[in-house]
């Protein structure tokens, strides 16, 4: 068993490093290895990026069946080819919006950090921080609070311009 799943590590690494769809039959040799097993085998080396190296070999193992006619089985390959390009299309695709969030998350917080800078007043500093800060974090309230002694000393929350002590918002 550990050979033949060897022979057929050895194939998948010759496809990767060829860079070409195959068909292989069971027991079929090309140059890039031998299918060990005794199914028909389609491979296609898939990267999620066009010109890079293949950082995945896609595998289709079909029956050899005699009722599948030849041409069905002629087409199973560049259709495996067309799946992966869609697939790769896509994972592009949801790479460069995550790329956009990310930046838009940096824009954001440069934004945020460039603000603090600009505050003249600790007063000023807390209330950009508290109003400001709850948005980049996406969250309903924040509260900043010194500790001095024992107890907080409550500097600012988000949405309000005043602070009441006994307030149970706090």
Known sequence: ESEAWATHQRLLDGISRDKKAVRLRGGQSIDAGTNPLNLDLFCVPFTTEKGKGVR???EVLASNSPLVPTPAIKRRLPRLEQLCEYFRDYLRTQKLQQKAEQSEV???MRAFV???NAATTSRELAVVAVNEGRQ???CER???GWLSGRHPKILSVSGHDTIDPHSNVI
Do not use: A, K, N, Q
């Open 136 to 138: 980049c974090i996406g």
């Open 106 to 108: 940096e824009s954001d």
């Open 56 to 58: 995945y070999v896609v």
């Open 142 to 144: 924040v509260t900043l």
């Open 114 to 116: 460039s603000r603090l």
